[in-house]
């Protein structure tokens, strides 16, 4: 127990100096949910899969509608979206004063001048 | 007149960050009975499992238990591939085993930690738990998550290891072995740990059997009792053998855990040894059908699920009994006559789950 002692005494602290040394995020992290809706068909797949019901789509709006907060970082939605509009960002769901906030809004409603869709 | 006084243990207490009561009635300060009361974080995860899809239960269960996520996500995965029948491929057998046994190792270091400070050892309590950082660093390389970690699937896993990821496990096992062979003679040799756990908490193999004991509880009894020697995954391919004491103690109890830390370091290294290369999903086809029992080993002792399934994408009916429910009715028969400085030492001693309890 002596060697212990002594070799904790003299070693550097185990802790990180957060926030001025930040913590390395993993290379195939599933770190927070990211889209993006370009290539959006609104087919629904993501919002299926989904085992928190997070994703919401609105097919004849053209809405996508994400809450962050219900999201539980699985990435199935990733893995079902064909048109790879979703990725898994290499950072973490920042925090947020509201939870309002954070509802996503996908792309907006694509109108030409006519008001069709 | 007597001078008994029933004293509540919990739901918040200091040293127990597990929300169950106790109710002690005490004779001066020895406990005469000990009441459990639980409750106090039922989540209602066996009817929201009736709810959802089939596919989407496996990221329900995991939530069960934080510490043993992936293994409560291979009992289920186990049951469907069982109403499905199909089989994961062998590589996938193995990275359930090495995911598992990872899980076994990471909580009993933080069991170790949580034990040792049980008793006032905090310096012991951190060294555990700087140990196992290295272990959820691993989770977070291999897996992308540090607690829930997501890869088990039905049919399968999710991810595969890479082999840098394989060497990379190696290297800290190694390390972590050598943490260990530190830590733990101090656990088990040192005078005043001694003092505290010899003969403490004790049961016997009868009151042990009789009483449905699981896991580390029914091992330090002498009896060679584990989920793992029916084979699943791979274990049965890696020569296991459970770990047993005799005495029946919180001593016996951490010693059967301490030498379950070697085990889990050993299978880890074998399975990387045996790893197969191939496949890692079959793609399970129909739909679930039918009535299973599947049971694995958790850290805590055996872990089992119901299943039943009527071909639909939904459940009929998930049943889950974690270890420590098991484990309570031998709690209450270890309490009467310990001091009630040693009750904290004794309900840690079952390493209690209460919020798996609950479900
Ligand atoms: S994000 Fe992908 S899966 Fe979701 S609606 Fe759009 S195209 Fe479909
Ligand atoms: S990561 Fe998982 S929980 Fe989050 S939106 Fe995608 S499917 Fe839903």
């Not at chain 1, 699985?74 to 979206?81: D, N, W």
């Not at chain 2, 196992?132 to 970690?149: H, N, P, Q, W, Y």
């Not at chain 2, 290891?161 to 260990?180: F, M, R, Y």
Request: net charge neutral; charged share 25%.
């Amino acid at each position: 127990m002596i060697n212990n002692v002594l070799s904790n005494l003299f070693s550097k602290p185990a802790t990180r100096n957060f926030p001025a040394k930040t913590r390395e995020i993993a290379e195939n992290v599933r770190g927070s949910v990211e889209f993006n809706t370009e290539n959006c068909v609104y087919c629904g797949a993501c919002a299926l899969k989904c085992p928190a019901n997070a994703i919401e789509v609105d097919r004849p709006a053209k809405k996508v509608t994400f809450d962050l907060y219900k999201c539980v970082a699985c990435a199935c939605c990733a893995e079902a979206c064909r048109k790879g509009c979703i990725q898994m960002a290499k950072q973490y769901a920042h925090p947020s004063y509201r939870k309002m906030d954070v509802v996503f809004q996908g792309a907006p409603l694509l109108t030409d001048e006519n008001g069709e869709t | 007149m007597s001078n008994r006084t029933v004293i509540p243990f919990g739901p918040q207490h200091p040293v127990l960050p597990e929300p169950i009561q106790l109710k002690l009635e005490l004779q001066d300060e020895t406990v005469v009975s000990a009441v459990p009361h639980i409750g106090y974080v039922h989540r209602g995860i066996e009817k929201a499992a009736e709810r959802m899809e089939y596919t989407q239960n496996v990221f329900l269960v995991e939530r069960v238990c934080g510490i043993c996520s992936f293994i409560h996500a291979l009992c289920y995965c186990q049951g469907i591939e069982q109403l499905q029948n199909i089989e994961a491929p062998p590589r996938a057998k193995y990275l359930r085993v090495i995911w598992s046994e990872l899980h076994r190792l990471h909580s009993h270091h933080l069991w170790l930690g949580l034990f040792a400070d049980a008793f006032g050892y905090e310096s012991l309590f951190m060294q555990f738990w700087r140990n196992r950082e290295m272990l959820m660093d691993i989770f977070d390389k291999t897996a992308g998550s540090r607690v829930i970690i997501s890869t088990c699937a039905i049919g399968g896993t999710r991810r595969d290891i890479s082999d840098a990821h394989l060497q990379e496990i190696l290297d800290t096992l190694d390390e972590v072995n050598k943490q260990l062979d530190k830590s733990i003679p101090v656990i088990l040799n040192d005078y005043s740990v001694r003092k505290r756990t010899v003969g403490i908490g004790k049961i016997t193999r009868e009151q042990a059997l009789e009483l449905g004991a699981a896991g580390p509880v029914l091992r330090a009894n002498g009896v060679a009792q584990d989920m793992r020697q029916l084979g699943y995954a791979a274990y049965g391919e890696l020569g296991f053998e459970p770990v047993t004491e005799n005495d029946g103690d919180c001593y016996a109890r951490a010693k059967v855990r301490a030498r379950e830390c070697y085990q889990s370091v050993d299978l880890v290294r074998k399975a990387i040894r045996q790893l197969p290369d191939g496949e890692i999903l079959t793609k399970p086809k129909g739909r679930p059908k039918g009535r299973v029992i599947s049971r694995v080993e958790q850290p805590r002792g055996e872990l089992l699920y119901f299943l039943a399934a009527d071909g639909t994408n939904r459940l009929d009916r998930l049943r889950i009994r974690t270890p420590t429910f098991a484990n309570v009715p031998p709690l209450v028969a270890m309490l009467p006559g310990c001091e009630l400085a040693d009750v904290p030492v004794i309900v840690l001693s079952i390493d209690p789950c209460i919020s798996c309890t609950e479900r």
